[in-house]
């Protein structure tokens, strides 16, 4: 089992920036992806981004490319969401998400491990 711990969500305004952490524990060895979703009140949950063991390979939906990066540090067996020019619209529980499965999805079902999630609110 892997359990995934999240922080770094808040209050912001819109233009600002955030950066969150998912910290993975237990079975972490070959952790292939790590990923975001987030789910706003009355909305399905939303892909957000995800990465590949090295790193090498991401994917994003359009609504947040070239506004949030992720990345992870393997050593720490952490993943990041870094978050820019935040929009009212990115308010949502943000959750981290990981599987040992060697594929790089947007859908949640393609995740096994979910952490508690954590509040991000953008005011206007």
């Known amino acids: 089992q892997v359990q995934l711990v999240e922080s770094g969500g808040g209050l912001v305004q819109a233009g600002g920036s955030l950066r969150l952490s998912c910290a993975a524990s237990?079975?972490?060895?070959?952790?292939?992806?790590m990923g975001w979703f987030r789910q706003a009140p009355g909305k399905e949950r939303e892909f957000v981004a995800a990465?590949?063991?090295?790193?090498?390979?991401?994917r994003y939906p359009d609504s947040v490319k070239g506004r949030f990066t992720i990345s992870r540090d393997n050593a720490k067996n952490t993943a990041y969401l870094q978050m820019n020019s935040l929009q009212p619209e990115d308010t949502a529980v943000y959750y981290c998400?990981?599987?040992?499965?060697?594929?790089?999805?947007?859908?949640?079902?393609?995740?096994?491990?979910w952490g508690q999630g954590t509040q991000v609110t953008v005011s206007s």
């Open positions: 237990g079975r972490t060895f070959g952790l292939y992806a």
């Open positions: 998400a990981a599987t040992h499965n060697y594929v790089l999805g947007d859908s949640a079902r393609r995740f096994d491990y």
């Open positions: 990465i590949s063991l090295s790193g090498g390979r991401t």
